[in-house]
Nanobody
Framework: QVQVVESGGGVVHSGGSLTLSCTASESLTGDFAMGWFRQAPGKDREGVSCVTWSSPIDHYANSVKDRFSLSRDNVGRMLALLMTSLKLEDSAMYYC????????????????????WGQGTQVTVSS
């Protein structure tokens, strides 16, 4: 069974930076997609970024483009989310998810196609 584990959340001042990590278990083989999502209290879940492991293209939500970036460790099936210029509205529970390859080219931001989800890691941006 595929397991996905996030780490790296915490409290950071507005304008600061934070890096989240996501590691998938060895049972995730072949090509696959991994994505980052977030959900703030009282709000809908929002897709943050998506990547197909075999593709050099990273996908980002407009709300984080130019501030967030992805870094991969292909051997370790680890996907890091580098967050800079953090804003108060970036505060949320951040989730990592894995699914079939190709879903990043579709409506990935609604989470469709991601079958394996982590427990989440909290990011709080303070003023």
């Amino acid at each position: 069974q595929v397991q996905v584990v996030e780490s790296g959340g915490g409290v950071v001042h507005s304008g600061g930076s934070l890096t989240l990590s996501c590691t998938a278990s060895e049972s995730l083989t072949g090509d696959f997609a991994m994505g980052w999502f977030r959900q703030a209290p009282g709000k809908d879940r929002e897709g943050v970024s998506c990547v197909t492991w075999s593709s050099p293209i990273d996908h980002y939500a407009n709300s984080v483009k130019d501030r967030f970036s992805l870094s991969r460790d292909n051997v370790g099936r680890m996907l890091a989310l580098l967050m800079t210029s953090l804003k108060l509205e970036d505060s949320a529970m951040y989730y990592c998810a894995a699914g079939a390859p190709g879903i990043c080219s579709a409506s990935w931001q609604d989470g469709v196609g991601f079958d394996h989800w982590g427990q989440g890691t909290q990011v709080t941006v303070s003023s």
